[in-house]
């Protein structure tokens, strides 16, 4: 295949390695057509979705596969198994460089493509949640300063995202409501906040009920989804306060 198509080309491209579920080569063109197309020109709605999905996909299965490898290690940690703990701490740390190599990927582009070419608060609130995202992937599997460093990364991007997405996108918007219900998961599960993580999601999902009837036909499943979203983990994060409570 010729190694540079037109943008229209790589979406079709991007498209094609979707449905064939090849997410890693959707991640290529994505990734082609973001460093021939920016920081000069923005992309529109379908690439930058186009794009989100690529990553989405590539590190959601990578952080599945971490979890589970945790989770053995434990267990074998508990049988005092050490043949095994060492065998599972070396893949997992294989693992890991693969989780670092993905998000060092995206986040690159989004400091020298993504972020400087955005024009709209919507895209700007887009790109530096996504950012916000990424350093809470890392987050999540790095430890010390390491994990210091990720998590104020984190906590960068989400507030730059938060403080446009306050003035700009209205409390139904799709895009304000996902950075709401990931910045309160970061909250909750990286830096221990409950408190916060709990007040956050409430004030998202009550500012959105009070303008419902604003909601517009094109994101209204979107954006119920997400409220849905908010509401669970409402529910699961004060029911886990309470039991806390009790046993103390």
Not at 102 to 121: E, W
Request: with cysteine; glycine share 4%.
């Amino acid at each position: 295949m010729a190694s540079s198509l037109t943008r229209e080309q790589y979406v079709y491209m991007a498209k094609l390695a979707e449905q064939a579920e090849r997410y890693e080569e959707m991640v290529e063109y994505m990734e082609k057509l973001v460093t021939g197309s920016t920081p000069a020109a923005e992309l529109n709605v379908e690439e930058r979705n186009l794009l989100s999905v690529a990553y989405k996909n590539v590190i959601g299965s990578l952080r599945a596969a971490w979890r589970i490898v945790s989770s053995i290690e434990q267990k074998e940690e508990g049988r005092k198994n050490e043949e095994h703990v060492a065998l599972v701490k070396e893949y997992r740390s294989k693992v890991e460089s693969e989780l670092s190599s993905v998000c060092a990927g995206i986040l690159k582009l989004l400091d020298s493509h993504l972020v400087p070419s955005a024009l709209s608060g919507e895209s700007k609130v887009f790109y530096l949640k996504m950012k916000g995202d990424y350093h809470r992937y890392m987050a999540e599997f790095k430890v010390g300063d390491e994990r210091k460093t990720a998590a104020e990364d984190t906590m960068l991007a989400y507030k730059a995202a938060q403080d446009i997405a306050l003035v700009d996108l209205a409390p139904t918007h799709p895009i304000r409501l996902g950075l709401a219900l990931n910045f309160s998961v970061f909250y909750y599960e990286i830096l221990n906040s409950s408190e916060k993580a709990c007040s956050m999601a409430k004030q998202a999902f009550e500012e959105a009920i009070a303008e419902l009837d604003t909601l517009g036909e094109d994101s209204y499943k979107d954006s119920t989804l997400i409220m849905q979203l908010l509401r669970d983990n409402l529910t699961l994060w004060t029911s886990d306060m309470q039991e806390q409570i009790d046993e103390a």
